[in-house]
């Protein structure tokens, strides 16, 4: 940059001219149309690259849903194809009778289903409740120490969560806590970083609105209740899918705390999937699809595949429905859950 | 003292000039003088204001008097802030504040098992032992080792983040050049974001997955897609994701090149999304008047690229980095998705998080206690480094 700028700037600038020029002297509709075509030549360009993008993006679920309704035999062909030639819709049926048994204890997807829901909906209901009234109290009410409490909560918010995890284990496993729903519930009630989220919208309320309530006779609740939630509703919203789909995507410490009928979608997804039911079953038969053609312990892809498939589709179904609210939550926080 | 000093130091408040005007030298110390007698003057009227029998004030009406207990109700009544918060404390007591402490004692206690009823546990006395057992991989329990879990969470993480971001950051050029459909691609790119990681792992391995009764390429049923697309250049099919996958040894270290690269292609597909939408966003944010006057200078694409755009987003790139980083650190899911629950063969793709909850489910709860602790001293050190590179980044206009 130390150059000098006068001398730089005369050679570029005649060097520009002259590109225009061309041999035969200044051709306006020429360049124009030229330029044209360098540009439709560009679009094309961008369009191939992105739709090559969103192909490799999106193969993955192609990929699940077919194999899903794969026979294993054509899941397994030297040549894989990209469309089924049959449809199996036995895997589903298959899966949904498939009982997990690596502990001794048997779960069926049915139970695995029902502990998912209502440990969604509970710590969801539970930890918007909390999240809601902290995030009140520390944008609003006055109390001692209100600050030196908020700063010590975002400093939580430094250590990697994996560092609670070994505490909380014993400390579960000493309060006698394994396998309830409890567990899986409480220790993720509190997000910090959804009350620091909360609080800021909470802020930007004017304090007049508050004052106004205050001399219409309504108490720090029902100022809560009518106004502030009302107000803050798109986040609230972003706030509680998140949420859910975190909880619907736990793994770890379900698979620590809890032993296999009280654990979630992801645990029971995780297992192997064969052809069989096993003997320790409440159904007892032996029902197969493929009657013995794969052996008993050998785990089978395509059903892993409509296992999967059984696990992603209903958030991705959630996401069609909300898209707005999760892309914006999903850019204001960051985070899964 | 002369008359004349008595004289100004009783009077000098209320005169407005002086009777006799005095030399500089002189006023100087007559000044001095009134000042230090008016300073004992003051303590004097202090001290004795404190034994004169006050006045009973008087106050604006402040309604009626209160009683003790009243006024006590009231004050409680401005602290209720503390109720309000009372339940998120109460929680967070429990599973953030008593477990951070925990984890600082447990550390240090020598071969550390918990008992899972209320007793103390068993340990061997205090010290640093739990760490050197940690760091050299002598546990004597034939869990995951934790250097090689170390190796591999570095390697994967600073691999697949700056790809993952440079992919990120063409896409979102690209997307951001176009009009026509944005809002349907955006939609395709977020999906990744929403799977789950076990499950988007398994379907990654069944790409990879070579399916055959001994395990190797010949006589296979299928050799997997990927190994399919690359035969078609001539390339070997490659076990990728198996017992049998190919490895490189350094010394007691193992590298299992191949499942790095399915690793890694999976992380960059998973960690797209996010980083698209911020991209994305940030770039739509710019003023649309820098590409306006850079259109008028005859500016070509590339420079707008360089020169404006990633100027103008340097600080969502370093965010995503950061996060990103931070995130890669703690990965640990979706390995157990694409090479099952025991992480590759006898843990050689074990991350540092694995490593925790290998010695969790083994009950050797010191040594995951120490463990934390060195995953959680390594975080700091990259936090800390980030922020001085970033730093001097975003302050680059």
Not at chain 1, 176 to 192: E, G
Not at chain 2, 46 to 59: C, Q, T
Not at chain 2, 239 to 260: C, D, E, F, R
Request: aromatic residues 14%; positive net charge.
């Amino acid at each position: 940059m130390a150059r000098n700028r006068n001398s730089v700037s005369a050679d570029t600038v005649v060097g520009k001219w002259d590109l225009s020029a061309g041999d035969e002297g200044f051709d306006a509709e020429k360049v124009q149309k030229r330029e044209k075509t360098k540009q439709i030549v560009k679009n094309v360009l961008v369009y191939i690259f992105l739709t090559i993008c969103a192909l490799l993006a999106f193969l993955p679920f192609y990929w699940m849903i077919i194999s899903s309704i794969k026979t294993e035999d054509e899941f397994r062909q030297t040549v894989p194809t990209f469309f089924p030639h049959s449809f199996q819709w036995k895997n589903y049926w298959m899966i949904f009778h498939q009982v997990t048994t690596t502990t001794g204890s048997a779960a069926s997807f049915g139970q695995i289903l029902i502990n998912t829901l209502v440990v969604g909906f509970l710590s969801t209901f539970l930890g918007l409740v909390v999240i809601v009234i902290t995030a009140y109290a520390l944008a609003r009410m006055k109390f001692k120490g209100k600050n030196l409490l908020f700063a010590i909560m975002l400093a939580t918010m430094m250590i990697p969560g994996e560092l609670f995890t070994v505490s909380n284990y014993i400390t579960v496993a000493k309060l006698n806590m394994m396998d309830t729903y409890t567990v899986l519930i409480l220790p993720f009630l509190v997000s910090v970083y959804y009350i620091y989220l909360l609080r800021n919208n909470f802020m930007q309320i004017p304090d007049s609105l508050y004052q106004a309530a205050k001399i219409d006779g309504l108490s720090d609740m029902g100022y809560l209740l009518k106004v502030m939630i009302p107000l803050t509703a798109p986040t609230l919203i972003s706030i509680t899918l998140l949420k859910f789909i975190g909880t619907w995507n736990s793994y770890i410490w379900p698979r620590l705390v809890n032993t296999e009928p009280w654990q979630m979608i992801t645990n029971w997804v995780s297992g192997g999937f064969v052809d069989r039911r096993q003997p320790t079953s409440p159904w007892g038969d032996n029902w197969t699809i493929y009657s013995g053609q794969y052996g008993s312990s050998e785990p089978l892809d395509t059903l892993k595949m409509a296992a999967v498939c059984m696990v992603s589709l209903p958030l991705l179904i959630l996401f069609l429905f909300c898209r707005k609210y999760i892309m914006r939550g999903v850019s204001k926080s960051g985070t899964k859950g | 003292m002369t008359e004349d000093e008595k004289d100004i130091i009783e009077n000098e408040p209320q005169t407005e000039a002086p009777k006799k005007k005095h030399n500089k030298f002189t006023q100087y110390f007559i000044n001095l003088g009134a000042r230090i007698k008016g300073w004992f003057v003051d303590k004097i009227e202090a001290v004795k204001d404190v034994f004169r029998k006050k006045p009973k004030d008087v106050y604006a009406y402040d309604g009626p008097q209160l009683s003790k207990g009243e006024k006590f109700r009231r004050g409680l009544k401005s602290q209720s802030g503390w109720l309000f918060v009372a339940p998120a404390l109460v929680l967070m007591a429990i599973f953030t504040f008593y477990p951070i402490i925990a984890a600082f004692i447990g550390a240090f206690k020598q071969d550390y098992v918990a008992s899972d009823n209320m007793g103390q546990g068993s340990f061997n006395g205090w010290g640093f032992a739990n760490f050197g057992h940690v760091w050299t991989g002598d546990t004597g329990t034939g869990g995951a080792d934790f250097v090689q879990c170390l190796v591999n969470t570095l390697v994967l993480t600073f691999i697949s983040v700056p790809l993952s971001t440079l992919l990120a950051l063409l896409i979102s050029v690209a997307l951001n050049s176009i009009k026509r459909v944005q809002k349907a691609y955006q939609t395709i790119f977020f999906l990744p974001y929403l799977t789950n990681a076990l499950a988007m792992g398994a379907v990654f391995a069944t790409f990879f997955k070579i399916i055959s009764p001994t395990g190797t390429a010949e006589n296979a049923e299928t050799v997997g897609l990927v190994n399919i697309v690359l035969g078609w250049f001539g390339i070997e099919p490659v076990n990728w994701v198996g017992g049998l996958s190919p490895t490189w040894q350094i010394g007691s270290l193992t590298i299992p090149w191949a499942k790095y690269i399915v690793a890694i292609i999976y992380e960059v597909w998973s960690g797209l999304p996010f980083k698209i939408l911020i991209l994305f966003s940030a770039m739509q944010s710019i003023n649309k008047q820098y590409y306006d006057a850079a259109k008028v200078d005859g500016a070509s694409r590339w420079t707008v690229l360089w020169k404006i755009t990633a100027p103008m987003i340097m600080p969502q790139i370093s965010y995503l980095l950061v996060t990103g980083i931070m995130g890669g650190m703690k990965q640990y899911s979706a390995i157990i998705g694409l090479f099952g629950p025991s992480m590759g063969l006898n843990y050689d793709m074990g991350t540092m998080v694995g490593y925790l909850y290998n010695y969790i489910s083994l009950g050797q709860t010191g040594y995951a206690f120490a463990g934390s602790l060195m995953l959680f001293v390594i975080i700091m050190i990259i936090t800390f480094i980030n922020n001085k590179i970033t730093k001097k980044r975003t302050t680059y206009r």
